[in-house]
């Protein structure tokens, strides 16, 4: 049985099960453990904020959890969700694109203010703590396509700027190897199912977020002060 199995059919009352995934992280902490965050540029090309109030990202980056975890702590950041992308509405459920083969990729949509934030240095925090973009179709002890490194950009002009920045990363040789992130445009945001929502902030303790979820939150405090709050942008309060 592997980690992801765990990870997918895993509910919070079962205490058992949790006991025995605990277990089998520490025998892969090595490999299950986030990496450090690393400075990178901010992108040379950005977007120009334009007369809205909030304009929104969807990124893919492994296991939605921390990356909306992430997120939720940004300065600027009016809501990050927890959902999927690349694949059609009827296929948007979680055991479903747990298969591999809907064509979704854990995603989270960030809405954010651009008059407080741009859109390049959510794709820079999304680069620098938020995953490895250079790891193919897995992430930490995820694998499998809907783990996938992901953009899906709103409009061009977005799709033109990640593209840039991607180019520009690589030339610099930010990262040890050759960036995977896919550009993927024209696809829709589903949000997930409610359980997932807030997830890492409800279960700081939940084995998996301490592993592979809470270093990023601590790189993101560590590698951007000017962006980081304390008090997270929760998706229940965006509902209230």
Request: with cysteine; net charge neutral; glycine share 8%.
């Amino acid at each position: 049985m592997t980690f992801q199995f765990f990870k997918q059919t895993t509910r919070l009352s079962a205490a058992p099960l949790l006991m025995f995934l605990a277990s089998g992280i520490i025998l892969l902490s090595s490999a299950a453990r986030a990496e450090e965050g690393i400075t990178i540029p901010a992108p040379a090309e950005d977007v120009v904020p334009g007369h809205e109030a909030t304009e929104t990202a969807v990124l893919a980056g492994g296991c939605f959890w921390g990356v909306q975890g992430v997120f939720q702590h940004v300065e600027g950041v009016k809501n990050a969700v927890s959902g999927y992308s690349g694949g059609e509405k009827k296929t948007a459920v979680y055991e479903t694109v747990g298969s591999g083969r809907t064509g979704h990729a854990e995603s989270v949509q960030v809405t954010f203010d651009p008059k407080k934030i741009s859109y390049g240095k959510i794709l820079q925090i999304y680069f620098s703590v938020a995953h490895d973009p250079t790891q193919l179709n897995r992430q930490g002890p995820d694998r499998g396509t809907q783990y996938r490194s992901a953009i899906f950009p709103m409009n061009e002009k977005q799709a033109e700027v990640a593209k840039a920045y991607i180019a520009q990363l690589d030339q610099a040789k930010m990262f040890h190897s050759k960036i995977v992130t896919k550009i993927e445009p024209g696809h829709e945001f589903y949000p997930a199912e409610g359980y997932h929502q807030d997830f890492l902030v409800l279960h700081p303790n939940y084995p998996y977020i301490v592993f592979n979820d809470l270093p990023k939150v601590r790189n993101l405090k560590r590698l951007f002060p000017d962006l980081y709050r304390e008090k997270p942008a929760l998706v229940s309060e965006a509902k209230s």
